[in-house]
Nanobody, 119 residues
Framework: QVQLVESGGGSVQAGGSLRLSCAAS????????IGWFRRAPGKERERVAW????????YYADSVKGRFTISQDSAKNTIYLQMNSLKPEDTAMYYC????????????WGQGTQVTVSS
């Protein structure tokens, strides 16, 4: 059974930090790629950060590079997204997703967690 449960969202002022967590079922955690996506009102879904579970290789959207860090804790089947230097434009619903491919159009999704950054 595939399960992805996000937590850690909230409201923060610009310049602040949040850490999102994604608790994954064993099957989801062992897919090829797990990533974080976001969707802001009126905007397209954006792939924010993703990693390949077997190698640990990480990738980021240009909009978050240098500010966000994705990581995995294999002992806990959990993926994290550390978000620093947050900006109002980071405001969105953030989703954890797992994919048997390259996290372009993931197979499995969590329910999302809201992040709101105020100026």
């Amino acid at each position: 059974q595939v399960q992805l449960v996000e937590s850690g969202g909230g409201s923060v002022q610009a310049g602040g930090s949040l850490r999102l967590s994604c608790a994954a079922s064993e099957y989801a955690f062992n897919t090829r790629c797990i990533g974080w996506f976001r969707r802001a009102p009126g905007k397209e879904r954006e792939r924010v950060a993703w990693l390949y579970t077997s190698t640990g290789s990480t990738y980021y959207a240009d909009s978050v590079k240098g500010r966000f860090t994705i990581s995995q804790d294999s002992a806990k089947n959990t993926i994290y997204l550390q978000m620093n230097s947050l900006k109002p434009e980071d405001t969105a619903m953030y989703y954890c997703a797992a994919d048997r491919g390259s996290c372009i159009r993931p197979d499995y999704w969590g329910q999302g967690t809201q992040v709101t950054v105020s100026s």
